[in-house]
């Protein structure tokens, strides 16, 4: 049980794209889920807490208005980069919290912006 | 603030040594939760275990074991006899237990090499 999908797993896009992340919880409803990125031989750094049916709030340094965090339902979160740069390439990972408060993570996304 | 520390950035051992990845933790709650995450190549993060601030015992499971000293603030992660599947980065993680919308804070990670 608890189990958490992204989707895509890898994406490829051109520099000035706008791209969407999703992240599921399978079995599990979620009032809070979490997005972090993780740069190459880095920590994960929290990006923003998203909650379901309110604004995301980010962290410090985050730009809000770059990534987009759309929370709609107890089982989805979403992440958009919009105008994704060079950057921005990164892994970012979510996380949703289950009803234990067992923080469960998903499989990742690896974004490769070109 | 919540803040951990690992102070190891790399560890090389050959197979079957036994190896310790520390971590120091800060934080001004009474309440909250330790965790040990591994991230192997793949990058998905493999949760190892969590700890309850009140509960001190110390924990093993397998070649895996953990000392939670409160009075130094460290939750220090034992592998014994180790293996090349062991290689992998380590995390340490930090979180309020007070409820759901608690964050986890990771600390910079250990990358352990465990050479035949």
């Known amino acids: 049980g608890a189990v958490v999908s992204q989707h895509p797993s890898w994406v490829i896009c051109k520099s000035g794209t706008s791209v969407k992340i999703e992240c599921r919880s399978l079995?599990?409803?979620?009032?809070?889920m979490f997005w972090y990125r993780q740069f190459p031989k880095q920590s994960l750094m929290l990006m923003a807490t998203?909650?379901?049916?309110?604004?995301?709030?980010?962290e410090q340094g985050v730009e809000k208005d770059k990534f987009l965090i759309n929370h709609a339902s107890l089982t989805l979160s979403t992440l958009t980069v919009t105008s994704a740069h060079p950057e921005d390439s990164s892994f970012y990972i979510c996380?949703?919290?289950?009803?234990?408060?067992?923080?469960?993570f998903g499989p990742g996304t690896r974004l490769l912006v070109l | 603030a919540q803040k951990v520390t690992q102070a190891q950035t790399e560890i090389s051992v050959v197979e079957k040594e036994d190896v310790t990845l520390d971590c120091v933790y800060e934080?001004?709650?009474?309440?909250?939760?330790l965790f040990w995450y591994k991230q192997p190549p793949s990058g998905e993060l493999v949760f190892l275990i969590r700890?309850?601030?009140?509960?001190?015992q110390n924990e093993i499971s397998g070649r895996y074991s953990w000392n939670f000293q409160k009075s130094t603030s460290s939750f220090n992660f034992t592998i014994t006899a180790s293996q090349v599947v062991d290689s992998a980065v380590y995390f340490c993680?930090?979180?309020?237990?007070?409820?759901?919308?608690?964050?986890?804070?990771f600390g910079s990670g250990t990358r352990l090499s465990i050479r035949p």
């Open positions: 934080t001004r709650d009474t309440t909250y939760y």
């Open positions: 079995d599990f409803q979620a009032t809070t």
């Open positions: 996380s949703a919290t289950s009803l234990g408060g067992g923080k469960n």
């Open positions: 993680a930090l979180s309020e237990a007070a409820s759901s919308a608690s964050k986890i804070i």
């Open positions: 700890r309850n601030s009140f509960d001190e």
């Open positions: 998203s909650n379901e049916g309110s604004k995301a709030t980010y």
